[in-house]
């Protein structure tokens, strides 16, 4: 069974940082890659970055970019989000999603129109990120 279970979360005043992490199970991170989304409150679900172990490639939205990192630590199975310089508009729940295949395309912005499931896989129970002013 694919469990994954985001944690990190918290309040933070704009210009500071959090790490967040995934601690997934029930699968081979070869086989599926592994990302972050985020939902804030009236607003659609936003791919925010991704990690593929099959090609060791990654993904940042536009809106990221340059402030959050991912990375991975395989003999944990734990994949993290290192998110710096936060804005307000960085509010929102996040999740940890694994893909239903190996790599990133689907966490592109240009599929936001596809199901939920076909573009981000399974994913548990996200973490709240709030970010004051």
């Known amino acids: 069974e694919v469990q994954l279970q985001a944690s990190g979360g918290g309040l933070v005043q704009a210009g500071g940082s959090l790490r967040l992490s995934c601690a997934a199970s029930?699968?081979?991170?070869?086989?599926?890659?592994i990302g972050w989304f985020r939902q804030a409150p009236g607003k659609e679900r936003e791919g925010v970055s991704c990690?593929?172990?099959?090609?060791?490639?990654?993904y940042y939205a536009d809106s990221v970019k340059g402030r959050f990192t991912i990375s991975s630590d395989n003999a944990k199975n734990t994949v993290h989000l290192q998110m710096s310089n936060l804005k307000r508009e960085d509010t929102a729940v996040y999740h940890c999603s694994a893909l239903h295949v190996g790599e990133c395309s689907y966490y592109d912005a240009k599929y936001a129109n596809i199901d939920a499931e076909t573009r981000f896989g399974s994913w548990g129970q996200g973490t709240l990120v709030t970010v004051s002013s």
């Open positions: 029930g699968f081979t991170f070869d086989d599926r890659a």
């Open positions: 990690i593929s172990f099959s090609d060791g490639k990654t």
